[in-house]
């Protein structure tokens, strides 16, 4: 009889065992994680194109990014090129050059203008709607940079090789949207997609890009590369 309850105690304590188990996976395996890669028509690695994931329910559960999103002025270039961030965030324009910057843009997404006297001068810009920002310097021609704004905390864009991962994605259904500032299309190219909890899926796009739009070193005169 003691010898039955012992065993009874036993198999409980472990069923016990496995339920706390299996609850405590249940909590830490809900996120995914989407490979990204991005290459040209031809099959060239595209850098700098912002990949982002925006969830097909429209409930965006994810935290939002923090920390500071900065567009520096130094060298007399802007730094990033490209700068994706979410609705909503504050963007610091560090000028650290030792000379006057006068940054704008006409973007319907944001047009707005700063006069930055140099030394480490920054402004604040927020950024509370979603589209392209294209950004110049009315004193330097050859300046140039891009602030995409997105409706969603998963994003990122491609390194050297065209790749990104989007990771800590809640499992669900996503409209995974590319763009690059010097694609033809004028909108992101978007594919519905799965993502499973705890997996890595991989994405590949094929965007079809124009001629060469870049940030000119400065000092250089002509526009022809443009
Ligand atoms: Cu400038």
């Known amino acids: 009889m003691g010898c039955e309850k012992g065993a009874f105690m036993v198999r409980w304590g472990y069923g016990f065992g496995v339920l706390a188990l299996s609850l405590a996976s249940v909590t830490a395996a809900r996120a995914g994680t989407i490979a990204a890669t991005v290459t040209t028509e031809d099959g060239a690695a595209v850098t700098d194109a912002v990949v982002f994931a925006v969830p097909v329910s429209g409930a965006v559960t994810g935290a939002a990014k923090t920390g500071k999103a900065l567009m520096i002025q130094e060298n007399q ?7 994706p961030v979410q609705v909503g965030t504050a963007v610091e324009f560090p000028n650290r050059d030792s000379f006057r910057h006068h940054v704008y843009s006409f973007s319907a997404a944001k047009p707005f203008e700063l006069k930055l006297f140099g030394g480490t001068e920054t402004q604040i ?6 589209g392209v920002v294209a950004l110049g310097c009315n004193i330097h021609d050859n300046m140039l940079a891009y602030i995409y704004v997105v409706p969603t905390p998963y994003y990122a864009k491609t390194d050297e ?3 990104v991962n989007l990771s800590n994605l809640p499992a669900g259904a996503y ?9 033809k299309a004028a909108s992101a190219q978007s594919t519905d997609m799965t993502v499973a909890a705890d997996g890595t899926a991989a994405f590949k796009a094929a965007v079809a890009m ?3 739009r870049k940030q000119k070193k400065p000092g250089a005169k002509d526009e022809t590369d443009y």
């Not at 270039?77 to 700068?83: D, G």
């Open 77 to 83: 270039q802007f730094n990033p090129f490209v700068l």
């Open 125 to 130: 810009v927020t950024f509370d709607k979603e």
């Open 161 to 163: 090789k065209g790749q």
């Open 175 to 183: 409209a995974v949207k590319v763009w690059h500032p010097n694609q």
């Open 210 to 212: 124009k001629r060469e």
